[in-house]
């Protein structure tokens, strides 16, 4: 069953403490995307790769980081420095940039 | 920003009629597409068009695009309660390593 799996579904965030959001994806595709969606709002792009061992960072960088080791694996860390990280995380991936994207069902972050 | 911009920001129909959204954007683009994203949820594709076409149709969708006005239009006919949702314009433009979504269009179909 092809497709982009994110985890987990809820993530809950102590003040100072780092998190990683999971994306996977058995699609075969280069590219890969996060997103961060606030209430009522469209997508800001945080971090994007086009292939493997490389990614750029969007809009909203800061305070995030990512890795690309695997083809397949895009994970997001949200480090202490983001101060507002409430809101909810998309991963997408693309055969290329620029091309119809795929998205995955999404993470909600909380800060407790 | 480089962002597309979604107009109405919301809509509110009856089942049964035509539900009508645009998306204006600033620069030259290579496509543009149209996502669907239900409350909560990841977003899904619906329909690419090309800068040299002026409409494309899937189904019960009706995608219109002038590059002269820098604009596009999603017209989903006959509308069904599972039609609401939010639905986002994104555009490749000319130079640009990805997509650019707008702010969306929320729409809900009434029963």
């Known amino acids: 069953d092809g497709g982009i799996t994110q985890s987990p579904k809820y993530l809950f965030r102590k003040e100072g403490q780092n998190v990683t959001l999971s994306c996977e994806q058995n699609l075969n595709h280069d590219a890969m995307y996060w997103y961060r969606q606030d209430p009522g709002q469209g997508l800001r792009l945080i971090y994007y790769?086009?292939?493997?061992?490389?990614?750029q960072k969007g809009d909203i960088a800061e305070g995030y980081s990512v890795s690309r080791e695997k083809k397949e694996s895009f994970p997001l860390t949200v480090t202490s420095a983001q101060k507002n990280p409430t809101a909810f995380y998309l991963c997408?991936?693309?055969?290329?940039?620029?091309?119809?994207?795929?998205f995955g069902p999404g993470t909600r972050l909380l800060v407790l | 920003s480089q962002q597309g911009e979604e107009d109405p920001q919301a809509l509110s129909i009856q089942e049964g009629e035509n539900a009508t959204m645009n998306c204006s954007y600033k620069?030259?683009?290579?496509?543009l597409q149209w996502y669907r994203q239900n409350s909560g949820r990841g977003l899904v594709h619906l329909i690419l068009?090309?800068?040299?076409?002026r409409e494309k149709h899937s189904g019960r969708l009706r995608v219109t695009l002038d590059t002269s006005k820098k604009s596009s239009s999603l017209l989903i006919t006959a509308s069904r309660a599972a039609d609401t949702a939010s639905y986002f314009c994104a555009t490749d433009w000319t130079g640009a390593n990805n997509l650019f979504f707008g702010t969306g269009t929320r729409l809900t179909v009434i029963p």
């Open positions: 790769s086009q292939i493997v061992n490389d990614f």
């Open positions: 068009i090309r800068s040299n076409e």
């Open positions: 620069t030259s683009i290579n496509n």
């Open positions: 997408a991936s693309s055969p290329g940039l620029a091309e119809t994207q795929y």
